[in-house]
């Protein structure tokens, strides 16, 4: 099956709302988690008691594959150094207990199934082609996310109930408004400026299909 026919993995900023799209789905994942249990007292006994510390975070690792030759682009520029910039302290960004700058948190999201909020904690980059002046026009990313947030204490994401929700992505299809999305959403079709307003729409009144949409807490 074509890529194209596909949704498209995305990694979505989410201090800036910035949406950078795979250029190919990954072809496989890992996802791992390692928790930590203590041994406690086992006097006279073949093994002592196992007794649980505290969770781990859970990771997230695959391999992206970029390829410019066709264009003739280099491909850092066209695609990976977007990613690779999510490893980097960004200026404007205080973490909220040391109060010092933080590279951005992030989602990885693959349709609507499925999201994983994260921070990027590796990368690493390997370029396989280059035009005759050297520049990158293919590019493989090991890229590794580890998990920022439980799962199991998110606040309520059901629009109606009148708490906050978690963010969300909507992918646009024929027909939808602004209005349709936040009604869905919300519960309320007149809340769509900050939908608007967070993926920097231009022309309101008029969503291309297959737009992935980023739906904010209200």
């Known amino acids: 099956m074509e890529q194209t026919n596909l949704a498209k993995a995305l990694i979505i900023n989410l201090d800036t709302s910035d949406q950078i799209e795979c250029l190919f789905n990954p072809n496989a994942y890992t996802y791992h988690k390692v928790n930590e249990w203590v041994q406690g007292a ?12 505290r969770g781990g975070p859970a990771h997230l690792q695959m391999q992206l594959f970029f390829d410019t030759y066709e ?26 207990k040391t109060q010092r700058a933080r590279p951005p948190k992030v989602r990885f999201q693959w349709g609507q199934s499925w ?15 280059f035009l005759g002046d050297g520049t990158p026009v293919r590019a493989t990313l090991d890229v590794v996310f580890q998990q920022s947030k439980d799962p199991t204490n998110q606040p309520a994401q059901n629009p109606t109930s009148g708490g906050p929700g978690g963010e969300r992505v909507w992918t646009v299809n024929a027909g939808d408004t602004l209005a349709w999305i936040a009604f869905k959403e919300y519960g ?3 809340n769509w400026r900050p939908i608007a307003a967070v993926n920097r729409l231009t022309n309101v009144r008029r969503l291309t299909p297959g737009t992935m949409l980023l739906i904010p807490d209200l």
């Open 188 to 190: 309320d079709a007149t």
């Open 42 to 53: 086992g006097g006279g006994r073949n093994m002592p008691q196992l007794e649980f510390s």
């Open 71 to 96: 264009s003739g682009k280099d491909v850092r520029s066209s695609h990976t150094e977007a990613i690779w910039n999510l490893m980097l302290v960004d200026d404007s960004l205080k973490d909220a």
């Open 115 to 129: 999201t994983f909020d994260a921070v990027v904690i590796e990368i690493t980059q390997r370029f396989t082609m």
